[in-house]
């Protein structure tokens, strides 16, 4: 599940969504990746096929490499602002790709 706080909603501007990137950090493993969150144009991610839609009430995006480890899973999103600069957050773990391409990650809580 998806949560974006209200300042995060409040933040994103009409043309823009955040994306979910999936950054390659190996050459000999091709699923070993990392990844970050970064705010783009909406033209850039919608209809595209290497990007897939994460939430129905916002427009956060994850990359196909990405999706498949993001999606199910518990994520909040929010916003920092340091000397104005937005900047989005999540609360992932700092190494969650690398986690997850090693097979290290926990499993996700089944809701009750």
Do not use: N
Not at 38 to 59: C, D, N, T, Y
Not at 66 to 72: I, K, R
């Amino acid at each position: 599940m998806l949560r974006i706080t209200q300042q995060a909603r409040d933040a994103l501007g009409e043309k823009d969504a955040l994306l979910f990137d999936w950054h390659r950090v190996a050459i000999c493993c091709a699923a070993a990746g990392e990844i970050s969150l970064r705010r783009v144009p909406r033209a850039l991610v919608e209809g595209g096929s290497a990007h897939r839609p994460l939430s129905e009430s916002a427009p956060v995006y994850a990359h196909r490499m990405a999706f498949a480890h993001l999606a199910g899973r518990d994520v909040a999103v929010d916003v920092r602002r340091t000397l104005g600069v937005r900047r989005f957050t999540h609360d992932l773990p700092t190494d969650f790709g690398l986690r997850v391409s090693l097979g290290r990650l926990p499993a996700t809580k089944e809701p009750a």
